[in-house]
């Protein structure tokens, strides 16, 4: 399986801190997509990073790429309370369907 | 204007029932899909159907049964409910096939199933 595997399970940080999060992949891909779930809500997409990019910025969230070591990492800056949920990686599997990692669930102290 | 909804939001119901979820997209996509997330958080690809034709049934009991009477509509209907049914289910639409495509998807905002 393709499946992306998040790390940590688990993040705490203090307000204004930076979090980063890691995903790992098993096999080659063209795009890689980071996800973002608010507690009781439905999955946001956040960015989508191509096989061909190294590293993309949106905001205060920046994600690198390094298909030699299968990996991704999503970087969020200057953290906020409303940064608080779970994000997940997403990679494509056969021609049909991404799959989604576990997600690393992140939690932003006041 | 909810891009893609949802109804019910929760369902509770006994063992043995029959239930249905109903999702609608207003987006124009010609693909949706039905996923699974458990306990963990999990999220687990149920079913894709691709302008009304069905793509992906990821060995889900036949049990469960999706239906898209149209490309804008995906329903699922699950038969005798059992325990391990509970989860959060959620509605997710894209513009294409994800896999190939590198197009989004969106997603409603989840019908948690307890079942009791």
């Known amino acids: 399986s393709q499946q992306g595997e998040e790390d940590p399970q688990a993040l705490s940080i203090q307000e204004g801190e930076n979090a980063t999060m890691n995903c790992s992949y098993k096999t080659s891909i063209n795009n890689l997509q980071w996800y973002r779930q608010n507690s009781g809500r439905g999955l946001v997409h956040l960015i989508l990073i191509r096989s061909n990019e190294r590293e993309k910025h949106s905001g205060r969230l920046r994600v690198t790429l390094d298909t030699s070591k299968k990996s991704s990492s999503l970087l969020i800056t200057a953290s906020r309370a409303a940064d608080t949920a779970s994000y997940f990686c997403a990679t494509p599997e056969g021609d049909d369907k991404i799959i989604f990692g576990k997600g690393t669930r992140l939690h932003i102290l006041p | 204007d909810t891009a893609v909804s949802q109804t019910p939001k929760y369902l509770v119901t006994q063992m043995g029932n029959d239930k249905s979820i109903k999702c609608e997209q207003n987006l124009g996509h010609d693909t949706m899909y039905w996923y699974k997330q458990d306990s963990k958080k999990f999220l687990k690809i149920m079913f894709s159907y691709n302008n009304k034709e069905l793509i992906i049934n990821e060995t889900v009991p036949n049990r469960f049964s999706p239906k898209s009477p149209d490309k804008a509509h995906l329903n699922l209907h699950i038969n005798s409910l059992e325990l391990g049914d509970s989860a959060v289910y959620f509605c997710?639409?894209?513009?294409?096939?994800?896999?190939?495509?590198?197009?989004?998807?969106?997603f409603g905002p989840g019908t948690r199933l307890t079942v009791l």
């Open positions: 997710a639409s894209s513009l294409r096939l994800a896999g190939p495509s590198t197009d989004t998807q969106y």
